[in-house]
């Protein structure tokens, strides 16, 4: 089991920025990929960014320039720098841990961001 909690959610204005973080503990893998989704109400879950322990990062075409994912492997912790929100960008979102291959996935409860415009 791997346990995940983000922290870093609020409400801010149109033009503002956030820093997300998450931090992961239990049965981690040393290798491994931790990420970010977005859920706005009535919408999919879609993927943001995510960062592998190995240094790789990939991000969903739509988040490249305004969204950026780091992470700091020593704390297993990993972060989403968001600029420029707008208030399309409300909604919940959630940390994912995925294993090495892929067969074990791990969510966070998701923290709410709002942004007013």
């Known amino acids: 089991q791997v346990q995940l909690v983000e922290s870093g959610g609020g409400l801010v204005q149109t033009g503002g920025s956030l820093r997300l973080s998450c931090v992961a503990s239990?049965?981690?893998?040393?290798?491994?990929?931790l990420g970010w989704y977005r859920q706005a109400p009535g919408k999919q879950r879609e993927l943001i960014a995510e960062?592998?322990?190995?240094?790789?990062?990939n991000y969903a075409d739509s988040m490249k320039d305004r969204f950026t994912i780091s992470r700091a492997n020593a704390r297993n912790t990993v972060y989403l720098q968001m600029d420029i929100l707008k208030p399309e960008d409300t909604a919940v979102y959630y940390c994912?841990?995925?294993?090495?291959?892929?067969?074990?996935?791990?969510w966070g409860q998701g923290t709410q961001v709002t942004v007013s415009s």
């Open positions: 994912r841990y995925t294993d090495y291959d892929g067969e074990h996935i791990f």
């Open positions: 239990g049965n981690i893998d040393s290798i491994n990929a």
């Open positions: 960062s592998t322990s190995g240094g790789s990062t």
